[in-house]
């Protein structure tokens, strides 16, 4: 099964035919909506995805800041992309994949078995050479049927207890894990036992993936094991788990991590939904471990 397509694969894709449906989904924290983006030049063919409209829920802090949203809320939102049974799915934004491995990882737990990211974005399509185009047009209303479950998924509990049992993954940068800064969320640090694994790091200088072998070496080293080389029964069904801020770039780590021959666990609430979990401690500084309190 694909993970990644090249600018020119897809756009060899475009040419032959069944032509993919192809998702923009350009967002940064605290905005504006990439719509106005969108609009202004994106790939022939393509839809705007707004993230946190589509692809989140909604409820309170407790629940974090991007918690899945309902299954037919996103059914209705996939139906309005145009998304039919069987379709071959192309994702992209403008940052490197870091907001479109959000629709990657929630389309494939979603059921959705061919979902593919753009690798290195509209940056990689532009740098081919290769058109976009202005403006938006209407799309026919599609017939998916989406279930989600798919995935593993990690909740409080089992985030904390992968923590101290087996690996769990902060993708956040490394001055939010330390604890230096916090911009968003109510408290500063990381959860006690996690490593820190910034996800920027599985990037090359062109915002494309690292070669597999790569991203496996640099997640082995972080301790990743791998079930085939003796992953305990504390992880059913996944070797790793993995959060960050809110869900969105721990999505674009489980990428890594997948194309690296992992199975990811992925922890939606995330560092959000932990923070604002009174009695949850944190933890600070370099260290996994480091200096803990209660909130």
């Not at 500063?188 to 915002?207: C, F, K, Q, R």
């Not at 609430?269 to 009174?278: A, C, I, R, V």
């Amino acid at each position: 099964m694909h993970t990644l397509i090249s600018a020119a694969d897809l756009a060899a894709f475009l040419v032959v035919g069944p032509a993919p449906r192809i998702l923009d989904v350009r967002w940064k924290l605290g905005g504006p909506p990439g719509r106005a983006e969108f609009r202004r030049g994106h790939l022939p063919g393509a839809v705007y995805v707004d993230l946190d409209s589509e692809l989140a829920g909604h409820g309170e802090p407790a629940d974090g800041r991007h918690p899945l949203p309902a299954p037919a809320d996103l059914q209705a939102a996939a139906r309005g992309w145009g998304l039919n049974d069987g379709d071959t799915v192309v994702v992209y934004d403008d940052l490197g994949n870091m907001s479109a491995a959000r629709a990657w990882w929630l389309l494939r737990h979603a059921g959705v078995r061919d979902v593919r990211l753009l690798d290195g974005g509209l940056a990689a399509w532009r740098a081919a050479g290769l058109p976009v185009v202005e403006g938006e047009e209407p799309v026919p209303a599609g017939s998916v049927t989406l279930t989600l479950g798919a995935l593993p998924v990690l909740d409080a509990d089992a985030a904390a207890a992968l923590a101290q049992d087996g690996v769990l993954l902060d993708a956040r940068a490394a001055e939010r894990y330390r604890g230096d800064i916090e911009p968003i969320d109510p408290r500063a640090g990381h959860i006690p036992g996690a490593v820190s694994a910034p996800t920027g790091a599985n990037l090359d200088a062109e915002g494309r993936f690292l070669p597999a072998a790569e991203l496996r070496a640099r997640f082995e080293a972080l301790g990743v094991p791998g079930r085939e080389a003796g992953g305990g029964p504390e992880t059913p069904g996944y070797d790793v788990g993995v959060y960050c801020g809110s869900g969105v770039t721990a999505a674009h780590e489980a990428v890594a991590l997948t194309l690296a021959g992992f199975t990811p666990a992925l922890y939606p609430g995330s560092w959000s939904q932990w923070s604002n979990l009174p009695g949850r401690p944190v933890a600070t500084g370099d260290a996994p471990g480091g200096a803990s309190a209660r909130g």
